[in-house]
């Protein structure tokens, strides 16, 4: 009767004990759902201001070419808050980041997975480490005195402006990218390896023929990742990207980004007016980006799944 009694006491302990857990997890999950839920909301309400309380047309402001929201058009009698060149700006920094960063990344996992796997993690692990953790504004000082320097001194102008950015940016995407292609790689069941090898063909043609387009949902997840930080990334770019508000011509020329001006400006604006509601609509912008990036990340993991 003891052991029985004893028995049902631990019973009852381990069912309390799992009651509590499974509050403790729920209440977790409901406190990040609604803080995601509240930031949506204020977030946008705040961005659809403009639209709705100082009468912007939607149009004119992802599609105008002149951002000044404080100066007034002695043309139109509206003052200019056109985002279309920051858009641009950001899409254009970001894309050519991605561009550049994947190559290096897809060799570099390829050497430390399929071709010096000891040595090559022992290496390069961290290597990529060390990269992830280098504070932003570090990368931007760096931007500032070596990256702008050699750009003006190769192509003339400032240096300030879209490629300045672009290199800054290729190197903050780079061990992102390049950790998630490596896990991507080592995802890949070994008897794809094996089979390739088994009817004749050489490692370089599985690697390229077979471990490469199995991997290829992952590969593209990672780039869609490191863009999604890329379009995100403020300090770093606003020091060398010279923060200029117009259309950018040339890869020299100097542009602005979303994060960059929001940086500068919701500072020095007072909440309520045009000039900060207009700030909210880039932010609400940055916001839905970055949804569109996880909802593109999470369509290509379910394509992609291994059966």
Known sequence: MDLITEKIKKTSLSTKQDRFGKFISALALLLITLVVILIFGFVITRGLATFTTNKISVS?????TNWNPSVVDPKTGQPGIGALPLI??????????ALIATP???GTAVFMTEVAKKRGARIMQPVIELLVGIPSVVYGVIGLAVVVPAVRSVFGGTGLGVLSGTIVLFVMILPTITSMTV???KGVPQHYRESALAIGATRWQMIYKVILRAA??????????????????ALAVQMVIGNAAKMPVSLTSPAATLTSVLTMGIG???MGTLQNNVLWSLAMILLLMSLVFNLLIRWIGRKGELK
């Open 183 to 185: 896990d991507s790689l």
């Open 88 to 97: 641009t700006g950001s899409l254009a920094v970001t894309v050519l980041a």
């Open 216 to 233: 290829t949902p992952g590969i593209l997840t990672a780039v869609v990742f490191g863009m999604a930080r890329a379009f995100g990334e």
């Open 104 to 106: 290096f990344a897809i």
């Open 60 to 64: 004119k402001f992802l599609f105008g």
């Open 268 to 270: 020095n604006t007072v």
